[in-house]
Nanobody
Framework: QVQLVESGGGLVQAGGSLRLSCAAS????????MGWYRQAPGKQRELVAS???????VYADSVKGRFTISTDNAKNTVYLQMNTLKPEDTAVYYC???????????????WGQGTQVTVSS
């Protein structure tokens, strides 16, 4: 079993910054990729940023230049540094991890519980 625990969400004024953290634990042999998604009210969940074990990154166009994804591999943790926040960034943010478990070479996707980010005007 694998669990992802998120932290760092909250309320911030436009132009401010937040850093989200997500720590993976459990029966993990290797993490192939980690990422962040978000879902605003009335909207579908969308990819914000992702990073592979080879450090290849992908960002949504709306956050390029403002958000940075990074990992601490020793702690199985992914971070999302969010700068110059805008009201349109308001959403529930979910982390995910694509994991190889002990005894299997199959990739499994796990999700965190979500953390609310609210950006006021």
């Amino acid at each position: 079993q694998v669990q992802l625990v998120e932290s760092g969400g909250g309320l911030v004024q436009a132009g401010g910054s937040l850093r989200l953290s997500c720590a993976a634990s459990g029966s993990i042999f290797k993490i192939n990729a980690m990422g962040w998604y978000r879902q605003a009210p009335g909207k579908q969940r969308e990819l914000v940023a992702s990073i592979t074990s080879g450090s290849s990154t992908v960002y949504a166009d709306s956050v390029k230049g403002r958000f940075t994804i990074s990992t601490d591999n020793a702690k199985n943790t992914v971070y999302l540094q969010m700068n110059t926040l805008k009201p349109e960034d308001t959403a529930v943010y979910y982390c995910n991890a694509d994991v190889m478990r002990w005894g299997s070479e199959i990739n499994y996707r796990y999700w965190g519980q979500g953390t609310q980010v609210t950006v006021s005007s």
